[in-house]
């Protein structure tokens, strides 16, 4: 059984903690009413301690767990969201370093070799899963650099790290719509309840209609708000939402694919299979092969840090 943390701020992160700091570190656990689909001005590079679960930024939906790096740009919608026992609690979930454009831009003007991390923040727009094993490993050194430092030494550790992600070439980026082309604060806050719902119930038949008469709004209306802020009709977040638990069930367990299928929220095999093949590209089995492969890849590995089992 999975809980979400409930959270009625509004869906607009106001950092007021800068202090005149350049860059803001914090750490959280889960629950935590930070947990929320929510965007703010500032970059986020978030480190995952603890816990799996479902990823949300922008229109991308995937999978995190321990030692999984995300950075996200400027007023990107995201969330990220433990699957966790009833009553467990994370103490220590996440990792964070925030950091503005305006910081950038001016540091630039006095130090041209900034200018090298450009193409990582234009990616960040669209937000960025890390890969390289070695890069998170590296990442994960400098974050707690960071945490332990202060001052000049705490801004060389945050200079050093962009760095290092700017020069890593296995990443993936995340959404197809940038922060640009997504919902303004009101339409998000109202969608981050509708994406609660969503999360808690996927997995067995849930119409739009359900739904929409859960945030008291028409069908229509709701179909409407919903694509606004998530860049994705209902009924393809859903099946997305689905898919990406499959992936999770096919990586780390020897369910039969039908299995696989039901306990994902489909109701037929068929259309599993159908939209498996659609966004992901390979069949159910396909997908568990690679998965097996890539563990007994990382298993062999010097370095043992696990990422994603498959794309």
Not at 73 to 90: A, F, M, T
Not at 144 to 158: E, K, M, N, Q, Y
Request: with cysteine.
């Amino acid at each position: 059984m999975t809980r979400l943390a409930r959270a009625t701020d509004p869906s607009y992160e106001l950092m007021d903690d800068h202090n005149g700091l350049s860059i803001i570190y914090r750490q959280h656990g889960f629950p935590c009413p930070l947990v929320r689909w929510h965007f703010h001005k500032e970059y986020e590079l978030h480190l995952i301690t603890a816990s799996s679960g479902k990823v949300f930024v922008g229109d991308y939906i995937g999978n995190f767990h321990p030692q999984t790096l995300f950075l996200t740009g400027p007023n990107l919608p995201h969330n990220w969201i433990s699957q966790i026992g009833e009553h467990e609690v994370v103490p220590t979930r996440d990792m964070l370093v925030n950091f503005t454009d305006e910081l950038l831009e001016s540091a630039t003007r006095v130090f041209a070799e900034l200018k090298g991390l450009a193409p990582l923040l234009e990616r960040a727009q669209y937000g960025i899963e890390f890969r390289c094993r070695d890069t998170v490993a590296q990442a994960t050194e400098l974050m707690h650099a960071i945490a332990d430092s202060s001052g000049v030494t705490r801004l060389g550790h945050f200079l050093i790290l962009l760095q290092r992600l700017a020069d890593c070439d296995d990443y993936h980026l995340l959404s197809g719509l940038t922060s640009n082309h997504l919902a303004d604060e009101h339409t998000i806050d109202r969608t981050h309840r509708a994406v609660e719902y969503i999360f808690n119930h996927y997995t067995r038949e849930l119409p739009l209609e359900e739904v929409a008469a859960y945030m008291g709004m028409k069908p229509t209306y709701f179909s409407r708000v919903f694509k606004q802020a998530t860049g994705r009709c209902f009924i393809e977040f859903v099946n997305r939402l689905r898919i990406s638990k499959s992936c999770e069930l096919l990586a780390d367990g020897e369910k039969p694919v039908t299995d696989v299928c039901f306990e994902s929220g489909f109701n037929n095999i068929s259309n599993f299979n159908r939209r498996f093949q659609q966004l992901k590209g390979m069949t159910p089995s396909h997908y568990r092969r690679l998965s097996e492969q890539r563990m007994t890849e990382q298993n062999l590995s010097p370095s043992g840090v696990r990422l994603r089992s498959a794309k």
